[in-house]
């Protein structure tokens, strides 16, 4: 064989056996990294919805408990005659109705005196309908309370409520609740922006029976109707059965979503609540980018021993 050929072949065959033993690890670890730039961004953006969500509730119900402090409101409930309640009722309706004006998605904010009854409103309708067997009341009596997603009996309003204790000032007696009744539009609008999720990404909140409480991206009326049996869900909700839970992560998984279409999902816990949100999008898109790198791969592969 000439020297050349002896060349030319030592050449090739180096080039074949670098392609074989330096490729496949590069391809690996490649592949590794952007499976985890893909699952780090994902969690990411679950992450930023789930602080967004928990601000909304800690606003609320700083709010709840702000009002609850109100001299006017306390002053109120307390056993006044006849004249007094109906001066203290103009002070209290006025500040009701400038409270509701300025604090975002609140369409109604109501006193409910020890007996569960409604007595002064932001929107005026509500005097004397009995709460008592509310939960905004049962609970609000003893703490800062959060009712969860739920449609609003009076007005038909996809609602989420506040409620705290009102007591007097000096001996800490019960005198009554203050409730504010808070649209879950607040809500909608931090869950329905999918920046960065693609065409086929959405995150949507799960209440802790499993009811989807955010609009789907994909169905229509889905509040309170369409149960999340997934399992990005169950995992979260578990989670729950646990002592001491607080807002967390869990690790990301490939799952059959509600439509039956695989997907790659994180969940995160909103412990107040124990609702769960979800982020998800699908597989197909999620892992697009490592399908173009598989093919870029083998290109160069198949390239490198030709151009030898």
């Known amino acids: ?28 670890i490649g592949k590794k990294d952007m ?38 409101i306390e002053r109120f409930l307390s056993n006044l005659s006849k004249a007094e309640l109906a001066e203290k009722y103009a002070d209290v309706n006025s500040r009701l109705g400038n409270t509701a004006k300025i604090m975002d998605n ?3 904010i109501i006193i409910l005196n020890k007996d569960g009854i ?19 009341f049962i609970r609000g009596k003893e703490e800062v309370y959060i009712k969860d997603a739920h449609i609003s009996q009076d007005k ?21 609740v203050i409730v ?19 065409t086929t990404g959405e995150i949507y909140l799960v209440n802790r029976g499993g009811y989807m409480i955010t609009p789907s991206r994909f169905l229509k009326d889905t509040f309170l109707k369409l149960y999340d ?9 578990e989670n729950y059965k646990r002592v001491g839970v607080k807002q967390d992560a869990f690790e990301p ?19 107040d609540v124990q609702w769960c949100l979800l982020t998800k999008v699908d597989k197909s898109e999620a892992f697009a980018p490592l399908m173009k790198m598989k093919i870029l791969f083998l290109v160069v592969v198949l390239l490198i021993p030709i151009v030898a």
Do not use: W
């Open 1 to 28: 064989m000439k020297l050349v050929n002896k060349i030319i072949l030592s050449f090739f065959l180096t080039a074949i056996i670098f392609t074989i033993i330096i490729g496949p690890p590069v391809y690996i």
């Open 35 to 72: 499976e985890h730039a893909i699952v780090a961004h994902l969690t990411t953006t679950a992450h930023s919805r789930a602080h967004h969500v928990q601000t909304f509730l800690d606003s609320g119900k700083e709010s709840a408990k702000q009002l609850s402090k109100s001299i006017v």
């Open 106 to 108: 609140v369409y109604d």
């Open 118 to 136: 409604i007595v002064a409103s932001s929107d005026g309708s509500d005097i004397g309908r009995d709460k008592s067997d509310d939960p905004y």
């Open 156 to 176: 038909k309003i996809y609602s989420i409520a506040f409620s705290a204790p009102v007591l007097a000032d000096k001996s800490d007696v019960f005198l009554g």
């Open 180 to 198: 504010t009744l808070v649209s879950m539009n607040a809500l909608n609008k931090i869950t329905t922006d999918r920046t960065g999720l693609g």
């Open 229 to 237: 049996n997934t399992k990005n869900t169950r995992q979260c909700l």
């Open 253 to 271: 998984l490939v799952f059959k979503d509600y439509r039956g279409i695989e997907v790659l999902g994180v969940g995160y816990s909103i412990p």
